[in-house]
């Protein structure tokens, strides 16, 4: 069983750097094919792929957030964090991981986090 | 960037209609196209990937279809567990999804 968690601050400053893990069970990030993905949406508004980082350490970023973002993985701690630089109020979300499983070419999410709701404010 | 646009943004149904979902790229994704659904508060569920595979354990009553630029999510009868936001997400190039469908009742 696939299972996915995020944890990090709930209230985070304007400029600061907000730091997320999303720690999982029931996969290996070293499997060929399997991937993870970071997604936010925002109070009342859409989900947006913040980035993906696959077993083979490969790593896609929104080109919007690209310059802000860093996903980095340990295996032997099943765990993938991510970094976004300079926080500002409309970094205000749910910040979903979630889990991608070989699939060919194809990237799907089949199994999401609780998601964690981080708010910037000063 | 990819651009997945969905319409209608929001529909209103009843128990028992037969509702389509229309999702379009910006450009060709071949059959790269997913759908989830999300009810309020929760994370998003995955309904089908490939423009057509059904995941397991999902209704058979959702069916997608379409390759390219054009997909369509149908719900063939719906039920009171179906009113919810629908997505969709294409993996073609980097991951970006649509506006989200907001389906309730009528």
């Known amino acids: 069983q696939v299972t996915l968690k995020e944890s990090g601050p709930t209230l985070v400053k304007p400029t600061q750097t907000l730091t997320l893990t999303c720690t999982f069970s029931g996969f290996s990030l070293s499997t060929t094919g399997v991937a993870v993905g970071w997604i936010r949406q925002p109070p009342g508004k859409a989900l947006e792929c913040l980035g993906v980082?696959?077993?083979?350490?490969?790593?896609r970023y929104s080109p919007s957030l690209k310059s802000r973002l860093t996903i980095t993985k340990d295996t032997s701690k099943n765990q993938v964090v991510l970094t976004m630089t300079n926080m500002v109020p409309l970094d205000t979300a749910t910040y979903y991981c979630a889990h991608s499983p070989p699939s060919g070419f194809d990237y799907y999410f089949d199994s999401w986090g609780q998601g964690t709701l981080v708010t910037v404010s000063s | 960037d990819i651009q997945m646009t969905q319409s209608p943004s929001s529909l209103s149904a009843s128990i028992g209609d037969r509702v389509t979902i229309v999702c379009r790229a910006s450009q060709s994704i071949d059959t790269s196209l997913n759908w989830y659904q999300q009810t309020a508060g929760k994370a998003p569920k995955l309904l089908i990937y490939g423009a057509s595979s059904l995941q397991s354990g999902v209704p058979s009553r959702f069916s997608g279809s379409g390759s390219g630029t054009d997909f369509t999510l149908t719900i063939s009868s719906l039920q009171p567990e179906d009113f919810a936001t629908y997505y969709c997400q294409q993996s073609y190039s980097i991951i970006t999804f649509g506006q989200g469908t907001r389906l309730d009742i009528k």
């Open positions: 980082i696959y077993w083979d350490d490969d790593k």
